[in-house]
């Protein structure tokens, strides 16, 4: 019998329309969306359903998006494939997707789940627009070329670093802006296959998020965080994590440290998950878990967006 896991995306993964269907199909889905409306203060689903575009990438709305429309999905899986959701024997969460993650472990109920995700999207926001600064994904070389990337493209006093390790070969960085603007060339000499600038607020992932840091951890500090009912793998170390003050302390760090993607899919592997599911938009998820393990089965939720 298969070990199944499921994971949640994070941002990038987010477009105008998704939830629509779900919520036309599913009455489990509209309330999620309804609820979430009353905790935002704004109507969440018209700007899933209509965008326009620019709006629902901003930080401030797509974290949000994201976390509701991700539940969404659980709740058709739910409805669909009940055995599936009941197999389920541990998760994880692509940055802003572990909060997904742990909504679905019953660590975090939803509402306060939602209110530190927008708390975490406006502080996040908030860090980035104090300082030019950028995201980078450099394809087609390892940790430790890209590492020399960082180090030979940073300035006197600037910030560049690994910030997403998500499978062989994929790996963004993450920064001042203009050191961020010095790695496609280097990177080219160095053999990368290409480098792809991110449509992201700012330098997530590293130091200059710590202004983020604070308001999240008092948010953290306010909100009932009990243990997992499954295991959650972390970003920041790749460990599973059942002290809630551990979980806190983890959630604190991960606005400011590496996601380690890839770490986490063979710390699932090696602890005996064969059979994933990707439950939220896009296909991001299922494409890195065929870079890491490319015979592992994960098959999407919401393979119509």
């Known amino acids: 019998m298969s070990k199944i896991a499921f994971l949640f995306p994070g941002q990038g993964a987010q477009e105008v329309g998704m ?28 700007v899933c359903f209509q965008g326009p575009k620019e709006k629902l990438d901003s930080t401030v709305y797509s974290q949000p998006a994201l976390f509701v429309t991700s539940l969404a ?87 560049l670093q690994l910030a997403n390790l998500l499978c062989p070969g994929n790996i963004a960085v993450s920064g001042h802006r203009a050191a961020c603007e010095r790695i496609p060339a280097l990177a080219e000499q160095a053999g990368a296959m290409k480098t792809v600038p991110l449509a992201v607020a700012g330098a997530f992932h590293t130091p200059l998020m710590a202004s983020a840091v604070e308001r999240l951890k008092a948010a953290l500090a306010a909100t009932e965080i009990k243990s997992p009912l499954i295991p959650v793998y972390s970003n920041v170390d790749a ?36 059979e994933f599911y990707e439950v939220g938009p896009g296909r991001v998820l299922r494409g890195l878990m065929k870079r890491i393990a490319r015979k592992t089965a994960c098959h999407g939720v919401l393979d119509a967006g």
């Open 239 to 274: 460990g599973t994590h059942l002290d809630p003050n551990e979980i806190r302390g983890l959630l604190e760090r991960q606005v400011c440290s590496p996601v380690l993607w890839q770490d986490s899919m063979e710390r699932m592997l090696a602890d005996g998950f064969d």
């Open 73 to 159: 999905a659980l709740e058709l899986l739910k409805q669909e494939r009940p055995e599936v959701v009941k197999a389920c024997a541990g998760a994880a969460g692509l940055s802003l997707g572990e909060y997904t993650a742990m909504v679905c472990a019953g660590a975090i109920d939803f509402e306060s789940g939602l209110r530190l995700v927008q708390q975490r999207g406006e502080a996040m926001q908030a860090a980035a627009d104090a300082e030019p600064s950028g995201m980078v994904s450099v394809l087609g070389l390892d940790r430790e070329q890209v590492q020399a990337l960082c180090d030979q493209a940073r300035g006197a006093g600037e910030v």
């Open 19 to 46: 939830g629509k269907e779900l919520c036309e199909r599913l009455p489990a889905a509209r309330d999620l969306f309804e609820r979430a409306g009353k905790v935002l203060g704004y109507d969440l689903a018209d």
